[in-house]
């Protein structure tokens, strides 16, 4: 009997090993090509659903969707979300966490790097936490993909060469010029 517990064991412990380094993967990747998953604290998001005033009805895009938690909460509000996400690993959790919550008809991730993935055209407000060296090309690549007049919603970082409409803290809200 002991032998057989070991065993499992030695199989979850391999396993556990084998999730982080796949994790720790994807961080390095999403460093170099957006930005790292940092989580967010709930009252942050809540402030970042709030600048961009998301409403039932409305279009949301997250750029780097992490664990998922902030297209949750704007389904909550009523709002359909995408969420992009280069970690498979966090994808399947956003997944999952939305299901539990009774969401996921209304939130859906993909498993893409942003830089190759077209944004869809009619989405009302982008959320994102990009690194600063990200920040000049994210804005000329929703400028070609995103309508007119869409709510950009940016945690901790600056659109070089543009000026917020609305600032709380270190949560910025801009807008793609008509």
């Known amino acids: 009997m002991a032998g057989v517990l070991v065993v499992i ?6 396993g556990l090993l084998s999730w982080m380094a796949v994790f720790s993967i994807f961080t390095l990747f999403a460093l170099v090509s957006f930005a790292p998953y940092v989580h967010s604290g709930k009252k942050k998001m809540l402030k970042m659903l709030d600048m961009a005033q998301v409403q039932k009805g409305m279009r949301v895009l997250e750029l780097g969707s992490g664990n998922g938690d902030l297209c949750r909460l704007a389904t909550e509000r009523g709002a359909a979300a995408v969420g992009i996400e280069i970690n498979p690993l966090l994808v399947l959790w956003s997944r999952f966490k939305c299901r539990m919550h009774g969401t996921a008809p209304d939130c859906r991730f993909m498993c893409r790097n942003i ?3 077209a944004f869809p055209a009619d989405t009302d407000a982008v959320f994102l936490y990009g690194m600063p060296e990200k920040m000049s090309p994210l804005w000329d690549k929703m400028l070609r993909e995103l309508k007119p007049g ?19 803290g270190n949560v910025r809200r801009y807008r793609l010029a008509p």
């Open 9 to 14: 064991l030695e199989v979850a412990l391999l």
């Open 115 to 117: 830089w190759h993935t």
């Open 150 to 168: 869409t709510i950009i919603v940016s945690h901790a970082f600056l659109f070089p060469g543009q000026t917020p409409e609305a600032q709380e």
